[in-house]
Protein backbone atom coordinates (compact mmCIF):
# COMPACT_ATOMS: atom_id res chain seq x y z
CA UNK A 1 0.00 0.00 0.00
CA UNK A 2 1.32 2.91 -1.25
CA UNK A 3 1.37 6.30 1.62
CA UNK A 4 1.40 9.89 1.75
CA UNK A 5 2.11 12.38 4.61
CA UNK A 6 0.09 15.94 4.25
CA UNK A 7 0.73 19.18 6.04
CA UNK A 8 -2.02 22.00 6.69
CA UNK A 9 -4.78 18.87 6.29
CA UNK A 10 -7.75 19.93 8.30
CA UNK A 11 -9.25 22.29 5.60
CA UNK A 12 -9.14 23.66 1.81
CA UNK A 13 -6.74 21.77 -0.33
CA UNK A 14 -4.91 19.89 2.44
CA UNK A 15 -8.48 18.27 3.63
CA UNK A 16 -8.85 17.47 -0.60
CA UNK A 17 -5.38 16.06 -0.80
CA UNK A 18 -6.69 13.95 2.18
CA UNK A 19 -9.65 12.58 0.98
CA UNK A 20 -8.01 12.20 -2.80
CA UNK A 21 -5.69 10.01 -1.62
CA UNK A 22 -7.78 8.31 1.46
CA UNK A 23 -9.35 7.07 -1.98
CA UNK A 24 -6.87 6.42 -3.87
CA UNK A 25 -6.27 3.59 -1.48
CA UNK A 26 -3.25 4.89 0.14
CA UNK A 27 -2.39 5.13 3.77
CA UNK A 28 -2.86 9.23 4.49
CA UNK A 29 -0.86 10.54 7.28
CA UNK A 30 -2.76 13.62 7.61
CA UNK A 31 -1.09 16.61 9.81
CA UNK A 32 -2.76 19.47 11.06
CA UNK A 33 -3.01 21.98 13.95
CA UNK A 34 -6.45 20.84 14.27
CA UNK A 35 -6.83 16.81 13.58
CA UNK A 36 -10.51 16.83 14.96
CA UNK A 37 -11.18 18.36 11.45
CA UNK A 38 -10.49 14.85 9.83
CA UNK A 39 -12.50 12.87 11.74
CA UNK A 40 -15.52 11.95 9.16
CA UNK A 41 -12.81 11.15 6.42
CA UNK A 42 -13.29 7.82 4.95
CA UNK A 43 -10.19 5.47 4.47
CA UNK A 44 -6.93 4.75 5.78
CA UNK A 45 -6.39 8.35 7.36
CA UNK A 46 -3.83 8.63 10.45
CA UNK A 47 -4.51 12.48 11.90
CA UNK A 48 -1.58 14.21 13.41
CA UNK A 49 -1.68 17.30 15.37
CA UNK A 50 1.49 19.26 13.79
CA UNK A 51 2.27 23.20 14.19
CA UNK A 52 4.75 22.49 10.95
CA UNK A 53 6.46 25.29 12.90
CA UNK A 54 7.20 23.49 15.80
CA UNK A 55 10.63 21.66 14.72
CA UNK A 56 10.34 19.40 17.81
CA UNK A 57 7.12 18.57 17.40
CA UNK A 58 8.36 17.60 13.27
CA UNK A 59 11.32 15.21 14.56
CA UNK A 60 9.20 13.59 16.76
CA UNK A 61 6.44 12.59 14.27
CA UNK A 62 9.58 11.75 11.80
CA UNK A 63 10.89 9.20 14.52
CA UNK A 64 7.32 8.17 15.15
CA UNK A 65 7.13 7.31 12.15
CA UNK A 66 10.68 6.12 11.19
CA UNK A 67 9.55 2.53 10.25
CA UNK A 68 7.71 4.34 7.29
CA UNK A 69 8.60 4.16 3.74
CA UNK A 70 6.67 7.90 2.42
CA UNK A 71 5.58 8.11 -1.53
CA UNK A 72 4.33 11.07 -1.73
CA UNK A 73 5.06 13.31 0.86
CA UNK A 74 3.11 17.18 0.40
CA UNK A 75 3.75 20.04 2.09
CA UNK A 76 1.40 21.95 1.76
CA UNK A 77 0.53 24.33 4.90
CA UNK A 78 0.59 28.51 4.61
CA UNK A 79 -0.62 31.56 5.57
CA UNK A 80 -1.12 34.49 2.81
CA UNK A 81 0.32 37.12 5.04
CA UNK A 82 -1.72 40.29 3.80
CA UNK A 83 -0.59 42.71 6.45
CA UNK A 84 2.82 42.72 5.36
CA UNK A 85 1.93 43.01 1.21
CA UNK A 86 2.19 46.59 -0.07
CA UNK A 87 5.18 49.11 -0.25
CA UNK A 88 4.04 51.67 3.04
CA UNK A 89 2.84 49.04 5.03
CA UNK A 90 5.58 46.53 6.15
CA UNK A 91 5.24 44.42 8.77
CA UNK A 92 8.38 43.10 10.35
CA UNK A 93 6.79 40.24 12.71
CA UNK A 94 4.22 39.02 9.35
CA UNK A 95 6.97 38.96 7.27
CA UNK A 96 9.00 36.65 9.34
CA UNK A 97 5.70 34.72 10.27
CA UNK A 98 5.26 34.54 6.47
CA UNK A 99 8.84 33.42 5.76
CA UNK A 100 8.77 30.97 8.41
CA UNK A 101 5.60 29.43 7.92
CA UNK A 102 6.00 29.03 4.11
CA UNK A 103 9.52 28.93 3.54
CA UNK A 104 11.43 27.55 6.58
CA UNK A 105 8.63 24.93 7.72
CA UNK A 106 8.49 23.20 4.49
CA UNK A 107 12.13 22.46 4.42
CA UNK A 108 12.31 21.33 8.08
CA UNK A 109 9.60 18.90 6.81
CA UNK A 110 11.87 17.78 4.47
CA UNK A 111 15.07 17.44 6.31
CA UNK A 112 13.33 15.15 8.74
CA UNK A 113 11.40 12.96 6.40
CA UNK A 114 13.98 13.39 3.56
CA UNK A 115 14.71 9.49 4.44
CA UNK A 116 11.18 8.02 4.82
CA UNK A 117 10.53 9.23 1.10
CA UNK A 118 13.87 7.65 -0.20
CA UNK A 119 13.13 4.28 0.98
CA UNK A 120 9.84 4.60 -0.81
CA UNK A 121 8.68 3.64 -4.72
CA UNK A 122 7.29 6.54 -5.80
CA UNK A 123 10.28 9.14 -4.16
CA UNK A 124 7.61 12.12 -4.42
CA UNK A 125 8.74 15.28 -2.40
CA UNK A 126 5.88 18.45 -3.44
CA UNK A 127 5.50 21.82 -2.17
CA UNK A 128 2.56 23.26 -2.65
CA UNK A 129 4.21 26.70 -4.17
CA UNK A 130 2.34 29.95 -5.61
CA UNK A 131 3.06 31.39 -9.61
CA UNK A 132 3.13 34.64 -7.40
CA UNK A 133 6.50 33.58 -6.40
CA UNK A 134 7.62 33.48 -9.82
CA UNK A 135 9.98 36.46 -10.94
CA UNK A 136 9.58 36.71 -14.33
CA UNK A 137 5.01 36.68 -13.31
CA UNK A 138 5.95 39.33 -11.40
CA UNK A 139 3.14 42.34 -11.22
CA UNK A 140 4.26 43.92 -7.87
CA UNK A 141 2.68 43.85 -4.53
CA UNK A 142 2.44 41.22 -2.09
CA UNK A 143 5.76 41.22 -0.94
CA UNK A 144 5.69 38.51 2.21
CA UNK A 145 3.87 36.25 0.23
CA UNK A 146 6.07 36.49 -3.06
CA UNK A 147 9.21 36.35 -1.29
CA UNK A 148 8.32 33.46 0.90
CA UNK A 149 7.53 31.44 -2.30
CA UNK A 150 10.00 32.31 -4.46
CA UNK A 151 12.26 31.21 -1.21
CA UNK A 152 10.39 27.96 -1.31
CA UNK A 153 11.05 27.41 -4.95
CA UNK A 154 14.56 28.15 -4.70
CA UNK A 155 14.56 25.40 -1.30
CA UNK A 156 13.36 22.64 -3.95
CA UNK A 157 15.31 23.58 -6.54
CA UNK A 158 18.47 22.87 -4.23
CA UNK A 159 16.71 19.57 -2.73
CA UNK A 160 16.42 18.27 -5.80
CA UNK A 161 19.71 18.62 -6.73
CA UNK A 162 20.94 17.85 -2.81
CA UNK A 163 19.20 14.48 -2.79
CA UNK A 164 19.50 13.68 -6.86
CA UNK A 165 21.50 10.30 -5.31
CA UNK A 166 18.88 9.29 -3.79
CA UNK A 167 16.33 9.44 -6.46
CA UNK A 168 14.01 11.57 -5.13
CA UNK A 169 11.70 13.37 -7.37
CA UNK A 170 11.09 17.09 -5.55
CA UNK A 171 8.59 19.36 -7.55
CA UNK A 172 7.01 22.85 -6.39
CA UNK A 173 3.41 22.73 -7.48
CA UNK A 174 1.08 25.66 -8.03
CA UNK A 175 -2.10 24.89 -7.41
CA UNK A 176 -3.77 28.18 -9.19
CA UNK A 177 -5.97 30.45 -8.10
CA UNK A 178 -8.67 28.68 -5.79
CA UNK A 179 -11.40 29.75 -4.68
CA UNK A 180 -10.29 28.72 -0.64
CA UNK A 181 -9.84 31.09 2.90
CA UNK A 182 -6.78 31.92 1.93
CA UNK A 183 -7.76 32.84 -2.05
CA UNK A 184 -11.21 34.30 -1.15
CA UNK A 185 -14.36 33.69 -2.60
CA UNK A 186 -13.59 35.46 -6.15
CA UNK A 187 -10.86 33.05 -7.57
CA UNK A 188 -11.65 31.30 -10.42
CA UNK A 189 -11.15 27.82 -9.43
CA UNK A 190 -12.69 25.26 -7.25
CA UNK A 191 -10.81 23.15 -5.18
CA UNK A 192 -12.67 20.07 -6.64
CA UNK A 193 -10.37 21.30 -9.87
CA UNK A 194 -7.45 21.73 -8.68
CA UNK A 195 -6.25 19.03 -6.71
CA UNK A 196 -7.47 16.00 -8.75
CA UNK A 197 -5.30 17.59 -11.34
CA UNK A 198 -2.27 18.33 -9.27
CA UNK A 199 -2.56 14.65 -7.99
CA UNK A 200 -2.90 13.85 -11.62
CA UNK A 201 0.05 15.36 -12.29
CA UNK A 202 2.23 13.84 -9.23
CA UNK A 203 1.12 10.67 -10.16
CA UNK A 204 2.88 11.32 -13.75
CA UNK A 205 5.91 12.76 -12.35
CA UNK A 206 9.10 10.66 -13.49
CA UNK A 207 12.63 11.29 -12.61
CA UNK A 208 13.36 13.50 -15.46
CA UNK A 209 10.66 16.18 -13.58
CA UNK A 210 12.79 16.45 -10.98
CA UNK A 211 13.49 19.75 -9.77
CA UNK A 212 10.80 21.58 -12.21
CA UNK A 213 7.86 23.93 -11.28
CA UNK A 214 4.29 23.41 -12.40
CA UNK A 215 0.80 24.48 -12.57
CA UNK A 216 -1.74 22.15 -11.54
CA UNK A 217 -2.85 21.55 -15.18
CA UNK A 218 1.12 20.41 -16.01
CA UNK A 219 1.71 23.02 -17.83
CA UNK A 220 5.81 24.80 -16.49
CA UNK A 221 5.83 27.77 -15.20
CA UNK A 222 8.97 30.66 -15.23
CA UNK A 223 10.92 30.86 -12.35
Not at 98 to 126: C, G, W, Y
Not at 144 to 151: E, F, Q, V
Request: aromatic share 6%; glycine share 10%; with cysteine.
Amino acid sequence: MPTALITGAARGLGLAFVERYAAKGFKVHACARKPEALKDVTGDVHPHKLEVTDYEAVGALARKLAGEAIDVLICNAGIAGRESGTLGGIDPATWRQTLEVNSLAPLMMAEAFVDHVARSQERKLIAITSRLGSITHNSGGMYAYRASKTALNMEWRSLSIDTAGKGLICVVLHPGWVRTDMGGSGAPIGIAESVPAMVEVIDRLKPADNGHFFNYDGSAIEW
